[in-house]
């Protein structure tokens, strides 16, 4: 059985500390994953840099990695969300072109697919302008949830933040969020 | 809006953004891998990664150097083999009702690095976790790993997560254990078997002593009975004086090896087992207890609030 099935990521990284070349099977295990989440914040080709930028610091920090966390993956998503912050700028710019024109300015769609995908999906153009309107803050912890599916308990480690400050966050960030969907929505007040 | 409505709408922002391929990825891997091999190192020996796994993952901080020689208290008065076929009689003095397969385990494990001279410190860990451990391994475990305040770890804090059983990992169970045969030759058999994987000198007595990290699972105490009176057997073992994980000093039984010098420690009067310690050369000192399991059906109701999260 290969070790890149058998062993936890914790044992991964802790078979690093004396073999540094084995640090790549936990690269192997979760680079697609991160670069997927970061590519859905800022793009493929800033998504790319981000992730090598991601396992380089993780693997020069990987004795501080607390090997008694079996899985690694909040930690490497705490890692790229601090080198995500650097993009600020070209995230946002990315959420405020998809609101207003329903196509992201890296999409590699052709004119007709990326009219077709406009039109579809115009509801959710408020909601890339609402992610745009966040504190980056929120936006983090928002995001952790929402597209790494990360618990409350694993964005609080991951940013080293208290549970209490990831439920707020959350909290300020999804009425945010709620908000702009619910003005693009009749039912709802209707309803209300 | 409701409240799932938000997050739903959110999670299916993007999200046809596929998975990268192998060849995006490609320029960072070979970037880490670059990286990685100006670190590294001769190999010197197979990974001390039994103990990790053994334990749950609290696991202490190792490192690389160069490590002093470490003294020892002179040696107790009790032959090797005469602690262990006492600590055999202890493990089947204590009644034990068997736990059914849909029970759990609920444990202490304490697990301590102590750094050496000539060793670059990673800063002194030392993690107690409570676990709960599904008796067959059917469902999820529970661990609660609480850093010791006074002496911090790097790294994180508390933390209390329910991990389920990966497919074909190599994680013993309750159940597989209470599997394992308490014939003396049969037993003995197993062990060399199991202790292959870890060892890179292949005489059966090194291959069977290293196989007694199994003794960190919670397992039968006649299985446990049985593999102290196998150690007892073996070749090279002796006794000397150490301090487990919660400070206590017991009586230990010793073995060196190509690996480093391994030890389970017991009570110096009632030989129960407390746990164990191993002596690396370059990597540091690592000790770990462990408590008698208490069976119980349910997991604690503070755990219902957890999500359920990857294998182990």
């Excluded at chain 1, 700028?89 to 329903?102: C, D, F, L, Q, V």
Aim: charged residues 30%; aromatic residues 6%.
């Amino acid at each position: 059985m290969p070790l890149s099935t058998t062993l936890s990521d914790a044992a991964l990284v802790e078979r690093s500390w004396r073999d540094p070349e084995d640090f790549a099977l936990l690269f192997d295990r979760h680079a697609g994953h991160i670069h997927r989440y970061v590519a859905r914040r800022l793009g493929d080709d800033t998504a790319d840099d981000v992730v090598s930028e991601t396992f380089l610091t993780a693997f020069r920090q990987r004795r501080d990695y607390d090997t008694a966390r079996l899985g690694a993956l909040p930690w490497l998503y705490g890692i790229a969300t601090n080198f995500i912050r650097r993009h600020q700028r070209t995230e946002i710019h990315r959420y405020k072109a998809y609101s207003k024109m329903g196509v992201l300015p890296d999409a590699d769609d052709s004119a007709e697919q990326a009219l077709e995908r406009a039109s579809a999906h115009a509801v959710r153009r408020p909601l890339a302008q609402a992610l745009a309107s966040l504190k980056a803050r929120d936006r983090d912890v928002l995001l952790l949830v929402a597209w790494a599916d990360l618990t409350y308990e694993e964005v609080a480690n991951a940013l080293s933040i208290p549970i209490g400050t990831v439920r707020s966050r959350l909290n300020r960030a999804r009425a945010i969020v709620r908000n702009a969907l619910g003005s693009t929505d009749p039912t709802t007040e209707q309803t209300s | 809006m409701n409240e799932r409505t938000d997050l739903t709408e959110l999670r299916d922002l993007f999200a046809d953004k596929a998975h990268p391929t192998a060849d995006r990825l490609a320029p960072a891997r070979t970037a880490l891998l670059a990286e990685a091999r100006t670190k590294r190192r001769p190999r010197a020996r197979v990974a001390g990664l039994r103990r990790l796994m053994l334990a749950g993952g609290l696991v202490a901080a190792m490192t690389a150097g160069v490590i002093a020689v470490q003294t020892f208290k002179p040696a107790a008065p009790a032959s090797a083999a005469e602690v262990l076929r006492l600590a055999a009689e202890a493990a089947i003095a204590t009644p034990w009702p068997e736990p059914r397969d849909d029970q759990y385990l609920h444990y202490e494990q304490i697990a301590e690095s102590r750094p050496e001279k000539g060793v670059p410190d990673p800063g002194p860990r030392r993690i107690n976790g409570e676990f709960w451990d599904s008796v067959d391994g059917s469902r999820p475990r529970l661990s609660w790993g609480k850093p010791s305040k006074s002496r911090p770890h790097r790294g994180r804090g508390e933390y209390k997560e329910l991990a389920t059983r990966c497919p074909g990992h190599d994680r013993l169970t309750y159940a597989d254990l209470r599997g394992w045969p308490t014939d003396q030759e049969q037993l003995r058999h197993k062990l060399a078997e199991h202790g292959k994987e870890m060892v890179l000198k292949k005489d059966t007595a090194t291959q069977i002593w290293r196989a007694l990290g199994v003794l960190a699972h919670p397992m039968p105490p006649k299985l446990q009975a049985a593999i102290f009176k196998i150690a007892a057997t073996l070749p090279g073992i002796e006794t000397e004086e150490l301090t487990d994980a919660t400070g206590k000093t017991g009586i230990a039984v010793t073995r060196v090896d190509d690996r480093g010098r391994e030890s389970f420690i017991f009570d110096k009067t009632s030989y129960v087992f407390l746990g164990g310690q191993e002596l690396a050369p370059g990597l540091g000192r690592e000790v770990w207890s462990v408590t008698r399991p208490q069976i119980t059906d349910e997991l604690p109701a503070w755990s219902k609030s957890l999500k359920p999260g990857g294998c182990v």
